[in-house]
Nanobody, 123 residues
Framework: QVQLVESGGGLVQAGGSLRLSCAASGRTFSAYAMAWFRQAPGKEREFVAAIRGRSGTTFYADSVKGRFTISRDNANNTVYLQMNALKPEDTAIYVC????????????????WGQGTQVTVSS
């Protein structure tokens, strides 16, 4: 069982930056692929970024490529999402997810989910 707790959300102006954190429980964190998804009001949950467990290989949605960076600290069971050049359309609840296998962009492919943290970007 893995428990995930996100933090770092908030209100920021367009063009600004935020760094989200996701702290995970469990002793095999390095074996899990981790991902960030987001869900805006009235929209479906969508993939943002993912990172493999040991290799650290990353994958991004086209909408955030070049602006967002996902990283992980396996010693501290934490995954991060650095978000730069934020746009109003990035406003959403950002949710951390984990799966004991490789990367997937499919929502249903993840076994564990956090509660989410709100990110609001004003224009």
């Amino acid at each position: 069982q893995v428990q995930l707790v996100e933090s770092g959300g908030g209100l920021v102006q367009a063009g600004g930056s935020l760094r989200l954190s996701c702290a995970a429980s469990g002793r095999t964190f390095s074996a899990y692929a981790m991902a960030w998804f987001r869900q805006a009001p009235g929209k479906e949950r969508e993939f943002v970024a993912a990172i493999r467990g040991r290799s650290g290989t990353t994958f991004y949605a086209d909408s955030v490529k070049g602006r967002f960076t996902i990283s992980r600290d396996n010693a501290n069971n934490t995954v991060y999402l650095q978000m730069n050049a934020l746009k109003p359309e990035d406003t959403a609840i950002y949710v951390c997810a984990a799966r004991p296998a490789g990367i997937t962009t499919v929502v249903n492919g993840y076994d564990y989910w956090g509660q989410g943290t709100q990110v609001t970007v004003s224009s």
